[in-house]
């Protein structure tokens, strides 16, 4: 059974244009991660929460931002997408920090 | 020089042959992750570990902190292992807020 889930796995939107990608967990974890992974490179974290609390890393766009809502879910919204956005977005969960994470499966992000 | 390298970064073999994964790091862990990504896919989580030895069916996952290197073997390789594995570290809160730094991912293809 899915723990991490990822909605769309695929989201096609046009440059400009507002998207925001989803993702729920059922593990009642306590920290949510999104990273971005370009084509052939490793994933790089954009920003997580534990619990409430948003930690942003120095190097995550603006134009990207991120909503909690409860423990369950965790949103990445794009403002103004580029075509530099193109990526797969990654979520994964942990109990804790300095605990495994768990992977969703990801979201496939094109820009038109 | 990134903090986490792996080798091979690409690696052909016949099926059920035994293979061999290589991780060496330069920063101050806490413990290490094996990650698999198959193509347009999610990760999926195969060992966290800090010390020893880990095995998990065909697979084995060895660190020594001491060196600053881990292996991955896979015993009796299938074709379907195959897919990108990366090593990925999980600094020491002091130091990295408790992050994952990636390796580059190592691409195997097992044939048949």
């Known amino acids: 059974d899915a723990m991490v889930i990822q909605n769309p796995r695929y989201q096609v939107t046009q440059f400009g244009k507002p998207v925001t990608l989803s993702c729920s967990q059922t593990l009642n974890h306590n920290v949510m991660y999104w990273y971005q992974q370009k084509s052939s490179q490793a994933p790089k974290l954009l920003f997580h929460?534990?619990?409430?609390?948003f930690n942003n890393e120095a190097d995550t766009p603006d134009n990207f931002q991120s909503r909690r809502p409860n423990t369950s879910f965790c949103f990445l919204d794009i403002r103004s997408p580029g075509l530099g956005d193109a990526a797969m977005y990654l979520c994964?969960?942990?109990w804790g920090a300095g605990q495994p994470q768990h992977f969703g499966d990801g979201t496939r992000l094109s820009i038109l | 020089k990134n903090e986490v390298e792996q080798s091979p970064q690409n690696l052909t073999a016949q099926e059920g042959e035994f293979i061999t994964i290589n991780c060496s790091y330069s920063?101050?862990?806490?413990?290490l992750h094996w990650l698999q990504q198959h193509p347009g896919g999610g990760i999926v989580s195969l060992f966290m570990?800090?010390?020893g030895k880990k095995k998990h069916g065909r697979l084995i996952a060895t660190i020594n902190i001491q060196e600053k290197h881990s292996s991955l073997h896979i015993t009796a390789s299938h074709p379907r292992d195959s897919a990108v594995y990366i090593c990925a570290v999980l600094g020491l809160k002091e130091t990295s807020g408790s992050r994952l730094t990636f390796g580059e991912g190592t691409q195997l293809t097992v044939n048949p």
């Open positions: 994964a969960t942990s």
């Open positions: 570990l800090s010390s």
């Open positions: 929460y534990y619990d409430k609390d």
């Open positions: 920063v101050g862990i806490s413990a």
